[in-house]
T-cell receptor, first 112, second 113 residues
Framework: EDQVTQSPEALRLQEGESSSLNCSYT??????LFWYRQDPGKGPEFLFT???AGEEKEKERLKATLTKKESFLHITAPKPEDSATYLC?????????????FGKGTLLTVNP | ETGVTQSPTHLIKTRGQQVTLRCSSQ?????VSWYQQALGQGPQFIFQ???????GRGNFPPRFSGLQFPNYSSELNVNALELDDSALYLC????????????FGPGTRLTVT
């Protein structure tokens, strides 16, 4: 069964204080790993897709990286508007490739 | 380009009742997936529809059922509501079957009392 574990569960940063969120995964064969941002009471907003180990993607202050067992979401010089829950999900390459399996998310709070 | 829309935004039902939630997929997308998100949890896959056929199903009982229409919009029906069905129900559309990026709607908050 596909599994995704995210850590930490919650992270509080000061504005400008860089850090990383972790996503560990177990999947029979990885088709893709996805990062989403979710604001309270809203649907997840797509951020990145990573397909193979060594791949990196960047968007503004966010950079996602992928290894064979985990992914990191690096946040450089965060601002208060980066506060949200960040969700990681995997899609398998085998028979269950129709679904995304999500972790519980990391709640990021950036204080001014 | 129109994004994924869902209706209603909020809904309150009584245990034992039935509910229908609706989703319009993003323009050009023919695949719709439904997820249930309990408070403090990540979304859990319910099922996926591709060109009006159910393509895959998660660990949800048969009282959760769905439809996809020729215009690729979709419905989620839940019969015999239980208290544990209270959650945010999310619809996601994607460009083609099993292609990675799924784009989510704003969700329907269902409360069962």
């Amino acid at each position: 069964e596909d599994q995704v574990t995210q850590s930490p569960e919650a992270l509080r940063l000061q504005e400008g204080e860089s850090s990383s969120l972790n996503c560990s995964y177990t999947v029979s064969g990885l088709r893709g790993l996805f990062w989403y941002r979710q604001d309270p009471g809203k649907g997840p907003e797509f951020l990145f897709t990573l397909y193979s180990a060594g791949e990196e993607k960047e968007k503004e202050r966010l950079k996602a990286t992928l290894t064979k067992k985990e992914s990191f979401l690096h946040i450089t010089a965060p601002k208060p508007e980066d506060s949200a829950t960040y969700l990681c999900a995997v899609q398998a390459s085998g028979g269950s490739n129709y679904k995304l399996t999500f972790g519980k998310g990391t709640l990021l709070t950036v204080n001014p | 380009e129109t994004g994924v829309t869902q209706s209603p935004t909020h809904l309150i039902k009584t245990r034992g009742q039935q509910v229908t939630l609706r989703c319009s997929s993003q323009s050009g997308h023919n695949t719709v997936s439904w997820y249930q998100q309990a408070l403090g949890q990540g979304p859990q896959f319910i099922f996926q529809y591709y060109r009006e056929e159910e393509n895959g199903r998660g660990n949800f009982p048969p009282r959760f059922s769905g439809l996809q229409f020729p215009n690729y919009s979709s419905e989620l029906n839940v019969n015999a509501l239980e208290l544990d069905d209270s959650a945010l129900y999310l619809c996601a559309s994607s460009l083609e079957l099993a292609f990675g990026e799924q784009y989510f709607g704003p969700g329907t908050r269902l409360t069962v009392t």
